[in-house]
């Protein structure tokens, strides 16, 4: 039989790791005695003692082992002593179903708390299940078309039996898998819930090369000890010496060689026998050099068909990875990022196998999924421009856009600056000493200000000036930022935001949150686009209208204590932010996962998005500007 297989694995943690692989050994005269093997496997553990996933590994490793090398002639004793003789951690709670096909017929063992359904017919029956240590076995015949599902008692709970018997309805295993994986990311324990899939069919579905064409599974199971069986000789081609008549034998040729009886041999006689001994040999030696190439020609071509359907295997379940990826992308960020590592081994095997295909396009996708996932292994920003090109030894904290203008504040030195992103140009705008007290800017078409620990100064090219004491506010904390809409000024408070509008002599004040009761205490940063959105220190977004609070379902997929930097624009759905780990994280405004990039080793000072929304300007520690394309 020849199998389709698909696994449905939750979110792999710190306390719970599952797997499903499957195996057949190279050599044919094991496979004959043994079968088919395929197993899934799952570990839960509060204290996790080990790494589950190294635990895992050898589990496998050496339930497949202690199989396929058994001397015992019984397939169930062989598999029941294949999982018994497992050594598993006190406080792990797991889960292991294996089973083996043979001639048609399913052999199958379950340890810990899982169940076997076998679909036939579009029927769906539980034909073995257990909810204890001690293992249960069953075996039973096969038919063209069975599915067997290998399942959890998790995965049941959370898929529930009833979701699980209308995705299993379809005969196609595209849309059971789509629908059981819809399932399962959208269940609140998806980490400790995983099954698996197995489709069987008749050899005579397949052509004759496929079916001796080794499956490639989706998880690659460490070779184990299996000494590889003696190649027969290939049989040589009897060799027809060609006859002198189109009638005559090989006897008469011989009586033709042999030297006629008589008390003289004639000179010519003897030449011509040599002559044919010479003949001969040679015909013999270009036959033989023609077997040879044939041989080698035909091992080369077997070799290529192996390698043909091994890829092909590859890219399938590449492609599937990658399909799932995308699909959870804007509800889990990890897991995208899981599979597109996972994806990245799959497309690494691609290429080892050494076929002249171009493989840059699957290079390009799983490149961009690491990239907005967070993933270290891949650069996500590029270097856009060395800031020492405009002063030297710069110290530039703060940036603000305006228009096609990136101003760039260093207040060590009392140096505003502008730099034109499309020309890459650059001058000094203000070099007055109050520079030094400023600690943010902001910018739009009513000026340029800057805000200091008791003022807000209106920036121009040739000075300073005031135009807000902070002290005018009576009761104000302490500001944490500062931003501008529609020629207003938003100051964000330790405990309120307060609104300045602009009027003859400089600004007047007021407390725009209605209800400041329930505001929070560490809030960081302030972002406008109509909506006025707060960031706190831990991440959390909350968006205010007219002065309150509005709704807004956040992603739970960040843990930091540093967030800061909120930015957004009227002309985007987006929202922006970073923390002191380097990283930059993008969420829409409906509060779907955008992104995720990590920066690596370049801390942030400061960020801004671009005119159109669709880049990200970043100041960073080392003094260069860097662009992150969304």
């Given at each position: 039989?020849h199998f389709q297989?698909r696994?449905f694995i939750?979110?792999?943690s710190d306390?719970s790791?599952s797997?499903f692989?499957e195996?057949?050994?190279d050599?044919?005269?094991v496979?004959a005695l043994k079968?088919h093997?395929?197993?899934?496997?799952?570990?839960?553990?509060?204290?996790?003692?080990t790494s589950?996933t190294?635990?895992g590994?050898?589990?496998i490793e050496?339930i497949?082992?202690?199989y396929?090398s058994?001397?015992?002639t019984?397939?169930?004793?062989?598999?029941t002593n294949?999982?018994?003789?497992l050594s598993?951690p006190?406080d792990?709670r797991?889960?292991?179903?294996v089973?083996?096909?043979h001639q048609?017929?399913?052999?199958?063992?379950i340890?810990g708390?899982?169940a076997v359904h076998?679909?036939r017919?579009?029927k769906i029956a539980?034909i073995i299940?257990?909810?204890g240590?001690?293992a249960?076995i069953?075996s039973?015949?096969?038919?063209?078309?069975?599915?067997i599902?290998l399942t959890?008692?998790?995965?049941?709970k959370e898929?529930t039996w009833d979701?699980?018997k209308?995705?299993?309805?379809s005969?196609?295993i595209?849309s059971?898998?789509e629908?059981?994986?819809?399932?399962l990311y959208s269940?609140s324990?998806?980490?400790?819930?995983?099954a698996?899939?197995?489709?069987a069919?008749?050899?005579?579905d397949?052509?004759?090369?496929?079916?001796?064409?080794?499956?490639?599974?989706?998880?690659?199971?460490p070779p184990?000890?299996i000494?590889?069986s003696p190649i027969?000789?290939?049989?040589?081609p009897?060799i027809?010496?060609?006859?002198?008549?189109s009638?005559?034998?090989?006897q008469?040729l011989?009586?033709?060689l042999?030297?006629?009886?008589?008390d003289?041999?004639?000179?010519?006689?003897?030449?011509t026998?040599?002559?044919?001994?010479?003949?001969n040999?040679?015909?013999a030696?270009?036959?033989l050099?023609a077997?040879s190439?044939?041989?080698y020609?035909g091992y080369q071509k077997?070799?290529?068909?192996?390698k043909n359907?091994?890829?092909?295997?590859?890219?399938?379940?590449?492609e599937?990875?990658?399909t799932?990826?995308?699909t959870i992308?804007?509800?889990?960020?990890n897991?995208?990022?899981?599979?597109?590592?996972?994806?990245?081994?799959?497309?690494?095997q691609?290429?080892?196998i050494?076929?002249?295909?171009?493989?840059?396009?699957?290079?390009?996708?799983i490149s961009?999924?690491?990239s907005?996932t967070?993933s270290?292994t891949v650069e996500?920003?590029?270097a856009f421009f060395?800031?020492?090109?405009?002063t030297?030894?710069?110290n530039y904290?703060?940036?603000?856009l305006?228009g096609?203008d990136?101003y760039?504040?260093?207040?060590?030195?009392?140096?505003l600056?502008?730099l034109?992103?499309s020309?890459?140009?650059?001058?000094n705008?203000s070099?007055?000493?109050?520079?030094?007290?400023?600690?943010?800017?902001?910018?739009d078409?009513?000026g340029?200000y800057?805000?200091?620990?008791?003022?807000?100064?209106?920036i121009?090219?040739s000075?300073?000036t005031?135009?807000?004491?902070?002290s005018?506010?009576?009761?104000?904390?302490?500001?944490?930022?500062m931003?501008?809409?529609?020629g207003s000024?938003?100051?964000?408070?330790t405990?309120?935001?307060?609104k300045?509008?602009?009027?003859?002599?400089?600004f007047?004040?007021?407390?725009w949150?209605?209800d400041?009761?329930?505001f929070?205490?560490?809030v960081s940063?302030i972002?406008?686009n109509g909506?006025i959105?707060?960031l706190?220190?831990d991440?959390?977004i909350t968006p205010?209208l007219?002065?309150?609070?509005?709704q807004?379902?956040?992603?739970t997929?960040v843990?930091?204590s540093?967030?800061?930097?909120?930015i957004?624009t009227?002309?985007?759905e987006l929202?922006?932010?970073f923390d002191?780990?380097n990283?930059?994280?993008?969420y829409?405004?409906d509060?779907?996962?955008k992104?995720r990039?990590n920066l690596?080793d370049k801390?942030?000072?400061?960020?801004?998005?671009?005119p159109?929304a669709s880049?990200?300007?970043?100041?960073?520690?080392?003094?260069?500007l860097?662009l992150l394309n969304?």
């Amino acid at each position: 039989m020849h199998f389709q297989c698909r696994s449905f694995i939750g979110r792999t943690s710190d306390t719970s790791w599952s797997q499903f692989w499957e195996n057949e050994p190279d050599d044919r005269n094991v496979f004959a005695l043994k079968g088919h093997l395929f197993g899934l496997i799952s570990l839960t553990s509060s204290t996790s003692p080990t790494s589950l996933t190294q635990l895992g590994h050898d589990l496998i490793e050496s339930i497949t082992n202690n199989y396929y090398s058994s001397e015992f002639t019984s397939i169930s004793t062989n598999l029941t002593n294949a999982v018994d003789s497992l050594s598993l951690p006190q406080d792990t709670r797991f889960t292991i179903i294996v089973a083996v096909v043979h001639q048609n017929k399913l052999f199958t063992t379950i340890t810990g708390s899982g169940a076997v359904h076998l679909v036939r017919s579009g029927k769906i029956a539980n034909i073995i299940e257990n909810y204890g240590h001690e293992a249960k076995i069953i075996s039973g015949p096969l038919q063209d078309s069975d599915s067997i599902l290998l399942t959890t008692n998790d995965f049941i709970k959370e898929i529930t039996w009833d979701a699980l018997k209308i995705a299993l309805d379809s005969t196609k295993i595209q849309s059971i898998e789509e629908n059981l994986l819809s399932l399962l990311y959208s269940s609140s324990a998806e980490a400790e819930s995983s099954a698996a899939l197995i489709q069987a069919f008749d050899d005579d579905d397949l052509p004759q090369k496929q079916i001796e064409s080794q499956t490639i599974p989706q998880t690659i199971v460490p070779p184990f000890p299996i000494s590889p069986s003696p190649i027969a000789p290939s049989p040589i081609p009897i060799i027809h010496t060609p006859t002198l008549g189109s009638k005559k034998t090989l006897q008469s040729l011989l009586s033709h060689l042999r030297p006629q009886s008589s008390d003289t041999i004639n000179p010519s006689t003897l030449q011509t026998v040599s002559r044919r001994r010479k003949y001969n040999r040679i015909i013999a030696v270009v036959l033989l050099l023609a077997l040879s190439f044939s041989v080698y020609f035909g091992y080369q071509k077997r070799l290529e068909t192996q390698k043909n359907n091994q890829f092909d295997t590859l890219r399938q379940s590449l492609e599937a990875k990658l399909t799932d990826a995308n699909t959870i992308r804007s509800l889990d960020l990890n897991s995208a990022k899981d599979l597109a590592t996972q994806s990245q081994e799959i497309l690494d095997q691609m290429k080892n196998i050494g076929l002249s295909t171009d493989l840059g396009d699957y290079q390009s996708q799983i490149s961009q999924l690491l990239s907005q996932t967070g993933s270290s292994t891949v650069e996500s920003a590029t270097a856009f421009f060395e800031l020492n090109l405009i002063t030297d030894n710069p110290n530039y904290s703060q940036i603000a856009l305006n228009g096609n203008d990136l101003y760039l504040l260093d207040s060590s030195k009392s140096h505003l600056d502008t730099l034109n992103l499309s020309q890459k140009s650059h001058q000094n705008y203000s070099n007055d000493p109050s520079i030094s007290n400023l600690t943010h800017i902001v910018s739009d078409q009513s000026g340029i200000y800057g805000l200091s620990s008791s003022d807000i100064q209106l920036i121009s090219s040739s000075k300073l000036t005031e135009k807000f004491k902070l002290s005018s506010i009576a009761d104000h904390s302490s500001i944490q930022d500062m931003a501008i809409w529609n020629g207003s000024l938003y100051l964000l408070d330790t405990n309120t935001i307060w609104k300045l509008t602009p009027n003859s002599s400089g600004f007047s004040s007021q407390n725009w949150i209605q209800d400041d009761k329930d505001f929070p205490s560490n809030v960081s940063s302030i972002a406008i686009n109509g909506k006025i959105w707060t960031l706190t220190s831990d991440a959390k977004i909350t968006p205010y209208l007219r002065g309150q609070a509005d709704q807004f379902k956040q992603p739970t997929d960040v843990t930091t204590s540093t967030a800061k930097g909120l930015i957004t624009t009227a002309e985007s759905e987006l929202l922006a932010f970073f923390d002191d780990s380097n990283i930059v994280y993008v969420y829409g405004k409906d509060g779907s996962s955008k992104a995720r990039y990590n920066l690596n080793d370049k801390k942030i000072l400061d960020m801004t998005f671009s005119p159109d929304a669709s880049k990200i300007y970043l100041l960073c520690q080392d003094q260069k500007l860097y662009l992150l394309n969304l």
